[in-house]
């Protein structure tokens, strides 16, 4: 499991890359999750409703809202989805990339621990100790080390960094209650539909009013050899559907640490490999990656016992 979530957090960072180079080209963030979005939820409709397994786990879901075994608001974890892509969208241009980075780590890891305290996901409860903090402080400072050539591009702005934290909330609280629907559903391609349902309605609304204040939206690729432009909701669709499957094994907290650090090994191996500028792989992304990744590994090894079994307090 925890391979699986470090490769889901290079997913991230691929699927980043690809919304990104989509956002270039038609000019609007919001409009290109929206696009990416829908192109997942079509795909989705197809998997769910194409086959019998996923249909009779459609049909779970929908009888256990009917009976109260699952509450309404536990099928709406793609709504702090659709406020990331919103909130990314309109506010790296404001403050760049590194505080946005750093202030949505920062925020994730601290939502991570409170989710995992107080039990929302289906992984139980989890203590918040010194190991689980410690490992997140080291992880935090290895992200801004990574990050640390983009703040001469940035900007301190006290709302949008409370905005990026927030939306930072919203996703833990994605990641939880995707797990607590995943179990009823027992099929990640089902819980994926219904947060990409989600997730759709919140983004319609965002792009409608984006629209409406001025904001043009630009064309989408037609060319053939922009054909991965699109891939952006495929991707959603892995990250969505693994995570709610490892959460149930991992917890939230190690689940979105092992992600990041997946996350900072797939965006230097994308600047290596295919580099959007010159001298885009720089010491600091290598050694903040690393900083990460031994502060994540070691603390998996040495301390997993402290960092995620439950207490009997909390059991």
């Known amino acids: 499991m925890l391979i699986l979530a470090f490769v ?23 409009a290109a999750g929206f696009s990416s979005n829908i192109f997942g939820w079509l795909i989705l409709w197809i998997a769910v409703f194409g086959f ?30 659709g406020v990331f892509v919103a909130v990314q969208s309109s506010n790296v241009p404001i403050v760049g990339v590194a505080i946005f980075t750093i202030s949505y780590v920062a925020g994730q890891t601290v939502s991570s621990m409170l989710v995992d305290k107080l039990g929302i996901a289906d992984s139980g409860k989890h203590a918040v100790t010194l190991s689980r903090v410690a ?7 290895g992200v801004f080390v990574a990050v640390y050539p983009d703040f001469k591009n940035s900007t301190f702005k006290a709302l949008p960094i409370i905005l990026i934290i927030v939306a930072a909330f919203f996703t833990s609280f994605q990641q939880a209650v995707n797990s607590r629907l995943n179990a009823i559903s027992q099929r990640p391609m089902v819980t994926a539909w219904f947060n990409f349902a989600s997730g759709t309605v919140v ?35 892995v990250f969505i559907a693994s995570t709610a499957h490892i959460i149930k094994h991992l917890g939230v907290l190690k689940t ?36 990460t990744l031994i502060t994540i590994v070691v603390a998996s090894t040495i301390g997993s016992r402290y960092a995620n079994g439950p207490t009997k307090a909390d059991a």
Do not use: C
């Open 203 to 237: 983004l319609s609304i965002v792009l409608v009013i984006n629209l409406l204040s001025g904001a043009h939206f630009g064309h989408l690729p037609t060319a053939p050899g922009k054909w991965w432009m699109y891939l952006g909701g495929p991707l959603g669709i």
């Open 52 to 81: 019998a397994k996923e249909r009779e786990s459609f049909k779970r879901v929908v009888s256990a809202l009917k009976d109260g075994r699952l509450k309404f608001w536990e099928t709406l974890g793609g709504f702090g989805g």
């Open 8 to 30: 889901i957090g290079a997913v991230v960072a691929l699927q980043s890359r690809v919304v990104g180079s989509l956002t270039n080209l038609t000019h609007n963030g919001i």
């Open 256 to 291: 979105v640490l092992f992600g990041v650090a997946g996350q900072l090994i797939g965006a230097l191996l994308l600047d290596w490999l295919a580099p959007t500028h010159k001298g885009a792989v720089s010491g600091y992304l290598i050694t903040g990656t690393a900083i």
């Open 135 to 141: 490992t997140s402080v080291f992880t935090l400072i």
